[in-house]
């Protein structure tokens, strides 16, 4: 049952049946009757989103994010913010700490109306969920996407991110590189695993698992990746971190370990740190950090306008936007 069938019961258009439905001053106490009855009747439940309701209800969206604890969503998050605010929108901002039924209970927010679409950070759900959300509901995947499903997303291409990163590392003559990445939750963590292989392979160098160091996204998640992976008796001469969060924390534990030692007049070589995202903090750390840089901004203001796009036109068919990264080289890879 949809507008339209409700329509033709009715006798009435689809424009006249979707007035009634967004409570319009135009529409006669008969026909808003005649309509409700039929509603009542079929217990239809109207899309509030469908073809001919393109206005929105609340002016509001939501903004789902795993964590703050990673600095690299910030930027991303003012970009939205200053779209939806030159468009007359708020933003809702939901913080899950990776919690699956936190998360559940934010998209109740669109499921009960209370905002008119959603930008998620998140990718974790079931294909299927996802793909039913989005056929009901405008939302947009941000730096994520979930495989198999069929949602509108935009993010960099994070398995050739990582490829180039890791590749750079064996250019300065590296064969021992650690990996320290989140749990795989996310599609990003997994093509970055895919790319982080594939370098490896493509290189003859073969995959040490021991090499790999599971964590979170934060400073304290390097410090223990870090002592961890220099703790073998073959440690890295190289680390690769998924986040520039995490690179933080293994280059203060590097330093503390005198494993990276600025000028240093000894004969050995410092162990080289690769991070992903280009968050400020790169510039102003000590060493500088060598990171594969997301267009962050370029992020969040697609992201708000992808939305846009599906709030004017919920019968439009899903994209995927990739927009491009770039390696930036710093100290922290060139000792």
């Not at 009542?40 to 509001?60: A, D, W």
């Amino acid at each position: 049952m949809n507008i339209k069938d409700i329509a033709s019961l009715t006798g009435l258009s689809v424009a006249t049946v979707s007035r009634v439905i967004n409570n319009h001053s135009s529409v006669t106490k008969e026909t808003r009757e005649k309509v409700e009855k039929v509603i009542k009747e079929t217990g239809y439940t109207p899309n509030f989103l469908g073809r001919n309701l393109r206005v929105s209800k609340t002016h509001k969206i939501l903004v789902i994010i795993p964590t703050i604890g990673n600095l690299f969503y910030s930027e991303i998050l003012e970009a939205i913010q200053e779209a939806s605010t030159n468009s007359g929108f708020n933003i809702l901002i939901g913080i899950t700490n990776n919690d699956t039924e936190l998360e559940k209970k934010y998209m109740e927010l669109l499921t009960t109306k209370q905002v008119d679409g959603a930008i998620l950070f998140l990718s974790r759900f079931d294909k299927e969920i996802m793909t039913a959300w989005s056929k009901k509901f405008p939302i947009v995947q941000c730096c994520e996407y979930t495989r198999g499903s069929d949602v509108t997303n935009v993010s960099i291409d994070n398995k050739q991110g990582a490829y180039d990163a890791v590749s750079y590392l064996i250019s300065k003559g590296h064969t021992k590189i650690g990996a320290i990445r989140g749990q795989l939750y996310f599609a990003s963590e997994a093509d970055r695993t895919d790319g982080y292989m594939q370098a490896l392979s493509d290189n003859g160098i073969e995959r040490d698992l021991k090499y790999s160091y599971v964590t979170e996204y934060t400073m304290e998640g390097g410090k223990k990746g870090a002592e961890a992976l220099m703790r073998l008796e073959n440690p890295p001469t190289a680390i690769f971190a998924y986040g520039d969060t995490i690179a933080i924390g293994v280059i203060k534990t590097l330093k503390d370990m005198k494993k990276i030692v600025m000028n240093r007049k000894d004969g050995k070589r410092n162990v080289a740190v690769l991070g992903f995202d280009d968050i400020p903090l790169c510039t102003l750390f000590t060493p500088t950090i060598s990171t594969v840089e997301q267009p962050k901004y370029q992020l969040g203001v697609t992201a708000f306008n992808l939305l846009m796009e599906k709030m004017n036109d919920p019968d439009m068919e899903n994209k995927s936007v990739v927009l491009p990264h770039r390696l930036i080289i710093r100290q922290s890879s060139e000792f």
